[in-house]
């Protein structure tokens, strides 16, 4: 028996089993909808904010010193 599963992006039911490629997706194009909203960022995960220096350029706390170009 297999079982069903609603899609997260338009609530078909879409079988979830080896067959179905898009799984957990009913099709390519609501799987490719659900890639476009991460891309848009119009879904998050939720994390500790990024400190401003980590943002700004900032290499004076580098591990390593930046490539040498070779004359």
Known sequence: MVK??????????APWSPENAWR???SERCR????G???????SIPGAP???DDLSG?????LFP??????
């Open 24 to 26: 957990p997706f009913c």
């Open 66 to 71: 930046p490539p040498q170009s070779v004359n």
């Open 58 to 62: 900032d290499t004076s706390g580098r």
């Open 50 to 52: 990024l400190e401003t």
């Open 32 to 35: 490719q909808i659900d890639l």
């Open 37 to 43: 909203a991460w891309a848009a960022e119009k879904f």
């Open 4 to 13: 069903n599963v609603k899609c997260p992006t338009c609530a078909k039911l």
